[in-house]
């Protein structure tokens, strides 16, 4: 019993960690996870370049502008409520109900401006 307690305390001073399930979930997880954010920036690259090649540079130019005011804005509703929410911390239960309001309010909104993106566009 002595010996086996010995040997223990000898591995954990030297600095060696026995391997968990656990640690190897996480390990697995953590690669899995930077293996689909490569594949998605990969995705992203190669439509962005087909786009790029296929749309004229002037419609390019105009149809990002408009996306990227459409997006900024959808992003600042959505983050507002949240932010705030977590600026007066009264209560958790006020917090959640701010929280869970934000989504219904960012797809509304964002579907109004989508409208009104679509409406002008036509033109």
Not at 2 to 19: D, F
Not at 22 to 46: P, Q
Not at 57 to 82: D, K, M, V, W, Y
Not at 99 to 106: E, R
């Amino acid at each position: 019993m002595m010996a086996v307690s010995n040997k223990n305390m000898q591995h954990q001073q030297a600095g060696e960690k026995e391997s968990t399930p656990e640690s190897e979930n996480i390990a697995v997880a953590a690669a899995r996870g930077t293996f689909l954010s490569f594949i998605l920036k990969f995705v992203s690259f190669g439509t962005s370049q087909i786009i790029f090649r296929v749309v004229d540079p002037t419609t390019l130019g105009t149809a990002s502008i408009q996306f990227e005011l459409l997006l900024n804005t959808a992003l600042f509703l959505s983050r507002e409520g949240f932010r705030l929410a977590l600026i007066r911390q009264s209560s958790t239960e006020k917090i959640n109900n701010v929280i869970w309001l934000t989504l219904p309010m960012g797809l509304v909104l964002s579907a109004f401006a989508f409208g009104i993106h679509f409406y002008t566009c036509s033109r």
